[in-house]
Structures are given as C-alpha cells and as structure tokens.
Nanobody, 122 residues
C-alpha cells in the first residue's frame, strides 16, 4: 500500500504564487507518473500537470506558461509551482500517482491524495 500526502495549499491574492508538494510513502518500488488535478465546485476534475519518471511533462491548457511541475524520484515527491495565479485557479487540487508498484503487490495501481484547497482572491 502507498499513500499520498499533500501540502502547500492556501489563500493567495491574484497574481501571487503558491507551491504544492505531494510525497508518496509506503513500500514503493516505482511510480510511473505523478501529477496534479483540480476540481472546482460544479466542474469536473481536470488535469493540471503530469510528469513521468523520465521527466516528460504535460500541462492543462489553462495553466501553460504559469505553472511548473517537477519531481524528485528519490523522494517520490512531486511539486507544483504556481505563478501568476488567477481567481479561476481556485479549486481543490488533488495529487495523483499513476501505476504505483509496491514491494508487496503483484501489479501497479493508481492512488489519489485527499486534496488541498487553493483559493485565489481577486
């Protein structure tokens, strides 16, 4: 089993910055990709950014050029640097780990964090 622990959310004014962190813990052998999704009230959960173990990253269109995802494979941790935040970035941000292989499981599975609130005031 593995778990994801998120931190870094909060309240910030428009134009400000926040940095989210998500650390995976447990008897982890490997994680193929880690990323961030977000969900605002009344909306579907959407991709914010995702990065593979080989550091190939992709971003949602609305955050390109403003957000940067990075990953520390040794620490099983993913970071999301969010700059030039806008009120429309307000949402619960969820960490996602894709195809996590643990030392005790026969196959990989995905995991979700509990979510961290990001609120951007205008």
């Amino acid at each position: 089993q593995a778990q994801l622990d998120e931190s870094g959310g909060g309240l910030v004014q428009a134009g400000g910055s926040l940095r989210l962190s998500c650390a995976a813990s447990g008897s982890i052998f490997s994680i193929y990709a880690m990323g961030w999704y977000r969900q605002a009230p009344g909306n579907q959960r959407e991709l914010v950014a995702r990065i593979t173990s080989g550091n190939s990253a992709n971003y949602g269109d609305s955050v390109k050029g403003r957000f940067t995802i990075s990953r520390d494979n040794a620490k099983s941790t993913v970071y999301l640097q969010m700059n030039s935040l806008k009120p429309e970035d307000t949402a619960v941000y969820y960490c996602h780990a894709e195809n996590v292989i643990t030392k005790t499981a026969m196959w990989g599975r995905d995991y979700w964090g509990q979510g961290t609130q990001v609120t951007v005031s205008s």
